[in-house]
């Protein structure tokens, strides 16, 4: 195996780590923003996460071009340029 993918491993596992706390983190505290805070309660929140979640991910899917503004097509067009 090539040293230079396993010197990769930790860090692409570290960075997993970090967006993946991070974002759940971000999303609970969101939603409980919206259900307690706002009083819209469980049901109102989760149809306004999941239209934001559709709305971006149609957005997602309808971008041709690699890389830019999209956070998860940076990473890994970044590493996958490092692994060869």
């Avoid at 923003?33 to 709305?55: K, R």
């Avoid at 971006?56 to 692994?83: D, E, T």
Wanted: contains cysteine; charged residues 10%.
């Amino acid at each position: 195996m090539n040293t230079t993918v396993k010197n990769r491993v930790p860090h692409i596992i570290f960075l997993y780590w970090v967006i993946k706390i991070v974002s759940t983190t971000l999303g609970e505290t969101g939603a409980d923003m919206f259900s307690m805070t706002l009083n819209l309660g469980y049901w109102h929140t989760i149809a306004i996460f999941m239209s934001l979640f559709l709305i971006l991910l149609v957005i997602k899917l309808s971008l041709k071009v690699l890389g830019g503004i999209c956070f998860n097509q940076a990473v890994w067009c970044h590493i996958w340029r490092f692994s060869y």
